[in-house]
């Protein structure tokens, strides 16, 4: 005879209790459940995600009506539990009794509302289930949102609102955010890239009072005299156990619901997971140990040994796009010490705290790549003293100056917990992986590892590439080249934070293995250098590729192309001319058009250079820079100027748009166009930014190329005006300038950051916008002259420093 | 030996190189970045680059058309590459840049 169990609540730690029994023993129980939300079991972590409109809620639903069926549980979804009778045995639902064998308490916990004058006026809502997301959901632009509360879950609201459009202030009582688990710097960065999203912050504010109009809240008053309007007021200061029933049942109730580590409360047969429990004097509100519970309650109702066991902890959370962590204690004292280590320019924070040679805690904002194996040496207070000049850097820099991630992986003992959401260990994993699962879908599927939160993904591949080996490809970072262990992208960072200006201090500070470089080395860190500090760094024309370093293109017979600039393409008969009496005057072989609307004169003599160039110089031509990792040329077509289709003077902005960002060094090259119209005459598509113009304004493209890929570009935005549109294409060459890896074309960069990382950050976000194109300004103030005009100055340097011939016949 | 000024060191740029022309060819003279010179054959073995226009880095050079890289003091390529570029003596004396015209001479008549 089948036991009855009632479930009241379904949450996700119920949800879970009823995976593990349906799974383990199907026909055990005849499962009633009942739930206060007219819906089952949802992942309510992933409700942030909904609202900012990244996620569906049928994306996030975790047992949906099929499943329930499935496992022939009945649910009574929308009805509340009235009362229970112990001695009887029965739930009484608003609809009608139900007796059980089994009772589990799964109530959760309900918000806290401050109990200040106003707190329940219309308006005033907490953020905790499917209905308060709905209704934030509705703020949009036009409307003001207070949230109290600089906690995770307010944050989480305030950001995804801002993303609708609406105008955010957070509240929040004390000094920094997410004080429980920030330190004072990280909780700065985070307060930074809040207001950088449009989002204001208040600290050390004191709310006093919701100010009402016909019921509805209209404002909130801080002790200062601050008022706050708003259309909608979100409260989100913590959550309580909801223990309201089970103290009308006549369990034993503290802070929550007591149980033991069976999870059974003071009634045998009636036991408590979840939010609402209190176990050792503690409740719980994070997903982990909440499943850890759901697991021991499933073996215990299978009459199975199990006893919960409470676990040090470790947050890793992604507020708002931005990648947190902590864990341990990281409180300073005169016994500790700090290893600190920032990068402004990426808002990278890692701190470490040591006691006695272990870590006692840790705290990373904007990088938390190396997290899990921090929270090892935690937990398990390992001796850090030999590697603590290293530490810092992560397991890839420890032991024998192995520089590969995946070591660290391959280390990790099996017990190693991989995904803390849902107490998966490593040798899960590699046992999943063993039974044929492949990729991550199929770790997903098997193991749960990285299914609910994901912030674990890049272990479980990393993991699944240790484990399959060549069978699994996964791109691996390298190093620029045998001269250092560091890459690219770790190069430009260090660069940035440690603020090297020389090419010295890049190999003294970041451990070159050679003198100065290489070939392939040398030109990189010049071009960071350059790029990171045009007014403190001198550029170097001896760590540059010979085109750059001459001004122009090396042939294979060691002889030199020259390409004076058109601007937009616009020439005339007096350009004209200059380029004919040149050609002639120096012997040019070949004269060819290019493809980039300009004349290339090919075959030119290299001690001929300065003097063509000064030639050149005095007809108004100057240097095109077709040699150059950075501007080429802005193609054109002739717009509204003679064309029956422009809609705009295509032609005009593609010279004002090239007498700007001439000049500029970039990663690789950049080629522009501008078309009047959609027929695209300049071909804009396949450039690295292409301007469209439409009727209506400017359409502005990238990430196109026509060389060894053809890719087309991407659109990026529309604006209005001409002014604009030159804005954006400055701001976007900044970013790619100051983001990109030497040699990536603009292509290969949005692919690493995203075209929607550029959308928010470089067009969406306006003082970020205007801040790219000041320092964009900058360094165009260095940069944007002509070489040629300095070059020829220097005629003798182009000559053979001596000719023997003549000495050596005599 | 019979030592002949070519001129001083810094007509060299630091970590550059120019070229001389002599009966034996273009010899390229490199200018580390600590100070040393090095004389050798300005032409690549592979297909003919100039040296000269190369980068020069530690006390190697590598060739600006297909990045084949010599070791100054053997004349040796690096790496995968095989090949050999004659080296010729040079001294400093002081700033000035000193080249060895019999080593040049003896080339030419040989």
């Not at chain 1, 329940?120 to 036009?142: K, S």
């Not at chain 1, 940035?496 to 100065?516: C, D, I, M, P, R």
């Not at chain 1, 609307?597 to 300065?610: A, C, E, F, N, T």
């Amino acid at each position: 005879m089948k036991q009855k169990l009632v479930v009241i609540g379904a949450g996700m730690a119920s949800g879970r209790v009823l995976e593990h029994l349906t799974d383990a023993a199907p026909d055990a129980f005849d499962i009633t459940l009942f739930n206060a939300e007219p819906r089952g079991n949802y992942n309510r972590i992933m409700l942030s995600p909904v609202l900012a409109g990244d996620q569906t809620y049928e994306e996030i639903v975790t047992h949906d009506d099929a499943w329930y069926a499935e496992r022939g549980i009945t649910c009574r979804f929308g009805e509340k539990v009235v009362k229970i009778d112990r001695e009887l045995k029965v739930v009484e639902g608003e609809n009608g009794h139900v007796p059980y064998d089994k009772l589990i308490f799964g109530t959760g916990s309900n918000p806290f509302m401050i109990p200040m004058p106003g707190h329940d006026l219309d308006g005033v809502i907490a953020y905790r289930d499917l209905e308060d997301t709905q209704q934030m959901m509705g703020m949009g632009a036009g409307n003001k949102v207070v949230v109290i509360g600089g906690g995770l879950l307010g944050l989480e609201a305030a950001a995804g609102m801002a993303a609708r459009g609406a105008d955010v202030t957070v509240v929040h009582i004390m000094g920094h955010l997410m004080e429980r688990q920030l330190d004072p710097a990280a909780g700065y960065l985070l307060k930074k890239s809040l207001e950088e999203k449009g989002i204001t912050v208040l600290l050390n504010a004191k709310s006093t009072k919701i100010a009402g109009k016909n019921g509805k809240a209209r404002a909130l008053l801080l002790d200062d005299g601050t008022e706050l309007p708003c259309d909608l007021l979100v409260m989100a200061v913590g959550i309580r156990p909801n223990t309201a029933l089970a103290q009308d049942t006549g369990l034993a109730v503290g802070r929550g619901i007591h149980v033991d580590d069976q999870m059974i409360t003071s009634d045998a047969d009636i036991y408590a997971v979840g939010e609402c429990v209190e176990h050792q004097g503690e409740v719980f509100g994070l997903v982990a140990p909440l499943y850890d519970q759901a697991k021991v309650l499933a073996q215990t109702l299978l009459g199975e040994e199990a006893a919960f066991k409470q676990r040090s902890l470790s947050t890793k959370l992604k507020v708002t796009g931005c990648d947190l962590f902590s864990a341990g204690d990281f409180a300073e004292g005169e016994t500790r010490e700090d290893i600190v280590f920032r990068d402004p320019a990426r808002g990278v924070y890692k701190r470490l705290v040591l006691e006695d040679d272990k870590l006692v805690g840790a705290v990373m904002y904007g990088d938390t790549g190396d997290s899990n194996w921090f929270f090892g040496l935690i937990r398990d207070g390992e001796d850090v003293s030999e590697m603590r000049e290293t530490l810092i850097f992560g397991p890839a820099y420890q032991g024998g100056g192995s520089a590969d991630p995946l070591s660290a992986v391959a280390a990790l003992p099996p017990e190693a917990e991989i995904c803390g959401c849902n107490g998966v260990c490593k040798s899960d994993i590699t046992a999943a992986i063993e039974g044929g699962a492949e990729d991550l879908g199929a770790i997903r599927a098997t193991t749960k590892a990285s299914a609910s939160c994901g912030t674990c993904t890049g272990l479980v591949e990393q993991l699944l590439q240790v484990t399959l080996g060549d069978d699994f490809q996964m791109p691996i970072a390298q190093p620029i080249c045998g001269c250092c262990d560091l890459t690219h992208e770790d190069v430009r960072r260090l660069i940035k934070s440690q603020e090297l200006k020389s090419q010295e201090a890049v190999w003294q500070e970041l451990g070159w293995k050679t003198l100065n470089g290489c070939h392939v080395c040398r030109p990189a860190v010049n071009f960071y250098l350059l790029a990171d500090w045009p007014v403190e760094y001198q550029d170097d024309p001896q760590s540059r590729f010979v085109n750059e370093r001459k001004h122009a293109n090396i042939q294979k017979d060691g002889t030199f192309s020259v390409v004076p600039r058109m601007w937009g393409g616009i020439t005339n008969p007096a350009e004209l001319r200059a380029i004919a009496d040149a050609a002639e005057k120096y012997d040019v072989p070949t004269v060819k058009v290019t493809g980039g609307q300009r004349i290339d004169l090919l075959g030119v003599k290299g001690s001929d250079l300065p003097y063509i160039w000064s030639d050149l110089n005095k007809a108004g031509l100057v240097s095109g820079h077709a040699y150059s990792k950075g501007l080429r040329t802005v193609k054109t077509c002739v717009g509204t100027d003679h064309c029956r289709f422009g809609t705009q003077d295509s032609t005009g902005l593609g010279v004002k748009l090239e007498k700007i960002l001439w000049g500029s060094w970039t990663p690789h090259k950049l080629k522009l166009a501008v078309s009047g119209c959609p027929r695209n005459c300049a071909e804009a598509t396949c450039k690295d930014i292409g301007v469209v113009c439409v009727d209506s304004g400017y359409q502005i493209s990238i990430g196109g190329a026509a060389g060894m890929d053809v890719k087309e570009t991407e659109l990026l935005v529309q604006v209005p005006t001409e002014d604009e549109a030159i804005e954006v294409v400055m701001a976007i060459t900044q970013a790619y300038r100051e983001g990109g890896k030497y040699l990536d074309r603009l292509y290969k960069w949005m692919v690493k950051v995203g075209l929607d990382w550029i959308k928010e950050t470089v067009v969406d976000d306006l003082d970020n916008r205007r801040a790219l194109v000041e320092r964009f300004e900058l360094s165009q103030s260095i940069y944007r002259k002509d070489p040629w005009a300095e070059q020829a100055k220097e005629a003798p340097r182009f000559a053979p420093l001596a000719d023997l011939t003549l000495e050596a016949a005599e | 030996m019979s030592w002949i000024d070519i001129g001083h060191i810094n007509d060299i740029p630091l970590r550059g190189a120019r070229v001389v022309k002599t009966p034996v060819g273009c010899i390229a003279l490199f200018r580390t970045a600590e100070n040393e010179v090095f004389a050798a054959s300005d032409r690549c073995p592979h297909k003919g680059g100039p040296l000269s226009e190369g980068i020069v880095h530690g006390q190697s050079v590598t060739c600006p058309l297909h990045n084949w890289v010599f070791d100054l003091n053997s004349g040796k390529a690096q790496g995968a590459d095989e090949g050999q570029i004659a080296t010729y003596p040079v001294q400093l004396d002081g700033d000035r840049i000193l080249l060895d015209s019999t080593s040049l001479g003896q080339r030419s008549a040989a």
